[in-house]
């Protein structure tokens, strides 16, 4: 059986490898403590298909020690235990430790992760984990503690470029055809820095040939594969970094790139609700008092993307993208309740005033319940000063203008009302 071109085109050696200069070039951190013959353990995130398993194997080739390796999917705490023990047997003192590389460690249960402390912390095992998600998230921290955290990034054009050329001249099987790149722009954007999709979808469009002679240009490369390059992992990191550049582009006042994520969403194939939910929080919790009529408008999109449905329903969710980014913002609301739900924390649960209290019976009439409370509506302007909060706070200030145009005037109410107390020191 005839090994997947991604697989034989895998790198044996640091010259050979492509890419994440920035950790194995000339000056790399990681080439640096390969040369140095010892590597302690670290964990290498990134995105798929950048060359983390690679990159391990090549280091363990590099020092000559025993390599193990444990998928997160299909192990267990006993496989891992098996696996230090093993590990232990091998062990030479003036060696470099065995190197114990985990795939997807971020799937690795606690009680998994925990498994490994020992071993790392006293050298049996040199621990190399890869992940594609972020390991402050999911890797426990004693065990992240004990390792150094590297970050590899997508391919380049440039990597990829260089790839797809070594293939096609150095691959056995490729060589025996005569393989031109007319264009390159398809691959670039269906692999998305991934090398393995890269040489994957190469070995496809090759294999779909039915001659030695092959002419590879974007419209092949598409009408072999006809899927979504930019469909993401709606789990997946993408998924949350993608989101949180939509948010915080409204939130900066951004409209173009707000439209430019949120196109990244739609053709992402991300859940138009999803979309509009972020839309009302946004409204609520960026723009908020400075401009009331936002909250409206989003909840307004989010009714309109359940009546008419999609595609059309991308209209009203960039109207109201553009209205949110380009709306003066005030988080004021957003912050006087989380000082709200700070008090509360601090103080507990403290009582009602008694005049604040609803009074349905007798009895408690009879224990003063309601007794001199102000009815605001029988006062001149609909406002009189008593006492709201309770007796222990009740100086307190918790919510805070930002003086935006409309808040302004919320603010000039309020000293209107309440005079010395809410002015701000």
């Not at 989003?298 to 059309?312: Q, R, S």
Request: hydrophobic share 40%; glycine share 6%.
């Amino acid at each position: 059986m005839t090994e997947p071109l991604a697989e034989r085109m895998r790198p044996k050696t640091l010259d050979d490898y492509v890419g994440q200069a920035h950790l194995v070039g000339i000056n790399g951190v990681l080439r640096k403590m390969i040369d140095s013959g010892h590597v302690s353990s670290f964990i290498l995130w990134g995105p798929p298909g950048v060359g983390k398993t690679t990159l391990a194997q090549i280091i363990a080739n590099k020092l000559e020690t025993p390599f193990y390796t444990l998928s997160a999917v299909t192990s267990g705490v006993k496989d891992v235990r098996e696996v230090i023990e093993r590990a232990k047997n091998n062990r030479f003192f003036t060696a470099q430790s065995p190197i114990l590389f985990i795939d997807e460690i971020h799937r690795f249960s606690k009680s998994q992760q925990d498994s490994l402390l020992g071993a790392v912390e006293h050298g049996i095992v040199t621990l190399i984990g890869a992940t594609t998600e972020n390991p402050s998230f999911e890797v426990i921290r004693p065990l992240l503690s004990r390792c150094q955290l590297y970050v590899l990034k997508p391919l380049n054009k440039d990597d990829l470029l260089k790839l797809l050329q070594r293939a096609i001249n150095e691959d056995l099987k490729l060589k025996e055809k005569h393989i031109v790149l007319k264009e390159t722009g398809a691959f670039f954007r269906y692999s998305g820095g991934d090398a393995r999709k890269l040489l994957n979808i190469l070995e496809l469009v090759v294999e779909s040939a039915a001659t030695v002679n092959i002419e590879i240009s974007d419209e092949i490369v598409v009408n072999c594969l006809q899927q979504n390059p930019l469909a993401y992992d709606k789990d997946g990191e993408m998924h949350y970094d993608i989101i949180s550049a939509f948010i915080k582009s409204i939130r900066g006042s951004d409209p173009d790139a707000a439209l430019y994520w949120m196109a990244r969403m739609i053709q992402g194939g991300e859940d138009p609700q999803f979309i509009a939910r972020r839309l009302i929080i946004s409204a609520a919790e960026d723009i908020g008092l400075a401009n009331p009529n936002a909250l409206l408008l989003a909840n307004a999109a989010f009714d309109a993307v359940m009546k008419i449905g999609w595609p059309e329903g991308r209209i009203p969710l960039a109207e109201a993208t553009v209205y949110l980014a380009t709306s003066p913002k005030s988080n004021s609301a957003y912050q006087g309740i989380s000082n709200a739900l700070q008090t509360v924390e601090q103080t507990g649960n403290l009582p009602v005033p008694l005049h604040l209290r609803n009074a349905p019976t007798a009895l408690m009439a009879q224990l003063n319940y309601h007794d001199g409370y102000k009815y605001s509506h029988d006062y001149p302007d609909n406002f009189v000063k008593q006492q709201y909060l309770p007796d222990e706070i009740k100086t307190q200030r918790i919510w805070h203008a930002q003086h935006s145009a409309i808040e302004e005037k919320q603010y000039q109410q309020m000293l209107k009302l309440w005079g010395d107390r809410y002015k701000e020191q």
